[in-house]
């Protein structure tokens, strides 16, 4: 059974600092997703991973992704507080009906 | 950019009763899900459906819980005799079938569900 493990659940962080929230899944997958969620509201797609050192970039939010590893990481480069949301990462199972599996999430603050 | 619609955004209703969420997923995606989401926890699978039957369905899928799509566009899911435990943001997702290298899945807004 595939499981997605994401650290840290909680993020404080000043603006103008970099961090990284990591995302760590079990099974081989061929697809991972990154999405931010504001409080209340829906699911926002930041970026799709197709395959191994995928990296993708927007704005000051980069993802990667190893998939030797199983690990993606979203690297926040001088956080804003914009940027204050929770982020989820998601990974594709294979076969079947291509569920997403989520990780629990990362709620990320920026303080001015 | 095409949109999945869900409605309500918000319901309320008695332990007990019977409530039906609405989904109007992309139009030209064949895949359709649902998931849940207790207040400040994961997002969690509940079913798959394609071709007009689940492909999947996870252990929270219970008897209570049933899905269809009686007119080709719309996707419901309807629970039976809600429970206090159902409260939750309930979202509808789609995807198209085709791997393009891109293709990802789209998310409804969410209907929050208060069982009282």
Redesign the interface.
């Known amino acids: 059974e595939l499981k997605v493990e994401q650290n840290p659940l909680f993020l404080s962080m000043q603006e103008g600092k970099n961090y990284t929230i990591y995302c760590n899944y079990s099974t081989t997958s061929d697809r991972l997703?990154w999405?931010r969620q504001d409080p209340?509201?829906?699911?926002e797609?930041l970026f799709?991973l197709?395959s191994n050192g995928a990296v993708k970039q927007e704005g000051r939010l980069m993802a990667s992704l190893d998939t030797k590893a199983r690990l993606s990481t979203l690297h926040i480069t001088a956080a804003v507080h914009d940027l204050s949301a929770t982020y989820?990462c998601?990974v594709r199972t294979q076969g079947?009906?291509?569920?997403?599996?989520?990780?629990?999430?990362t709620k990320l603050t920026v303080n001015p | 950019e095409p949109e999945v619609t869900q409605t309500p955004s918000h319901q309320v209703t008695q332990m007990g009763q019977e409530v039906i969420l609405r989904c109007v997923p992309i139009s030209n995606h064949l895949?359709f899900?649902w998931?849940r989401q207790i207040l400040g926890?994961?997002?969690?699978?509940l079913v798959?459906f394609?071709n007009n039957e689940i492909?999947?369905k996870s252990e929270i899928f219970d008897d209570q819980f049933s899905v269809e799509r009686p007119d080709g566009s719309n996707f419901t899911l309807k629970i039976r005799s809600t429970k206090l435990e159902d409260s939750a943001m309930y979202?509808c997702?789609s995807?198209w079938t085709v791997l393009f290298?891109?293709?990802?899945?789209?998310?409804?807004?969410?209907t929050?569900l208060t069982v009282v």
């Open positions: 997703y999405y209340g509201k829906s699911l797609s799709v197709l989820f998601a079947g009906s291509d569920k997403l599996v989520f990780g629990k999430g | 895949y899900y998931y926890q994961k997002v969690e699978f798959s394609y492909s999947e979202f997702a995807r290298s891109n293709y990802g899945y789209t998310f409804g807004s969410g929050r």
